[in-house]
């Protein structure tokens, strides 16, 4: 029995290792053919390698290049919406977790909505809405926006978090006199700060990507990396938009294996809503 146990432990650690050689594969192949394309100047019959240069490289990272002030905007966008959505999932999210109320499947439909209608419809209807409110074509416009899509998997990941949160120790803290403040501060955040990683995390990912929402409803006024990278593809410079691909996709790896770390310290059943 024992045996038999070793060679099915030893069959699942090859698996493992194959599905994580195949996931990494599915990322370098692509990732180098974007460096290979970003250092290329001319690739002419019957050459073998293609001529290099940095001129991609040096245009995308002078002081004057449009891509610093798109990377900027990108920031505070992003740190803008994560902010925002995890105030609101945080109680949302425990309530969904921990309640049970008439109506709680209708709350979580209403929730993923958004995601489940065609982006080019939400944005759409949006950009209607946000012109009568005087919204569209400013930075706060395309923040609300970026709420819309990420709000749903904030919630969604917090009330798995809070579906398996044990309230015994705020009870606790309580009875010693704590305030609510210190309840929260020194009890309620550090059981779920993992779960607030992992779900900023994603927002930050949905609000980095959003070209749609960013384009209708900031109206080119509000120019971030995704804006700027389907403009340079349009131009028709490959060299250029290999580069700025790269540059584009760089600290989405980087927040990837930065969730990775935090995401490992999370229980399965504390991601998924029970």
Do not use: C
């Amino acid at each position: 029995m024992s045996a038999r146990s070793g060679v099915t432990a030893r069959r699942r650690l090859r698996l493992q290792r194959l599905g994580g050689a195949s996931l990494l594969t599915l990322w370098a192949v692509p990732v180098a053919v974007l460096v290979l394309f970003s250092i290329a100047h001319a690739y002419f019959y019957p050459q073998l390698v293609p001529d290099w240069s940095a001129r991609a490289w040096r245009l995308m990272l002078e002081r004057r290049s449009a891509v610093w002030s798109a990377l900027a905007v990108s920031v505070r966008i992003g740190v803008a919406v994560v902010a925002i959505a995890l105030v609101v999932s945080i109680p949302a999210g425990r309530a969904l977790g921990r309640s049970k109320f008439r109506g709680k499947r209708l709350v979580q439909l209403a929730l993923i909505s958004p995601l489940l209608a065609p982006p080019m419809a939400v944005a759409m209807g949006l950009d209607l809405v946000f012109i009568r409110l005087r919204l569209a074509g400013g930075y706060w416009g395309v923040v609300l926006a970026h709420l819309i899509p990420a709000i749903p998997y904030a919630v969604l990941i917090m009330a798995g978090v809070f579906a398996n949160f044990d309230p015994g120790g705020e009870d606790q803290a309580r009875t010693l006199g704590a305030t609510r403040r210190a309840v929260f501060r020194y009890v309620t955040f550090p059981a779920i700060a993992p779960g607030l990683a992992v779900a900023g995390l994603l927002v930050l990912l949905v609000s980095w990507s959003q070209y749609v929402l960013t384009l209708l409803i900031g109206g080119g006024q509000v120019v971030t990396l995704p804006i700027l990278l389907f403009s340079t593809v349009s131009g028709g410079d490959t060299t250029m938009a290999s580069a700025l691909s790269l540059f584009y996709v760089a600290p989405i790896l980087v927040l990837l294996a930065i969730g990775a770390r935090s995401t490992s310290r999370l229980a399965p059943s504390q991601l998924v809503q029970p």
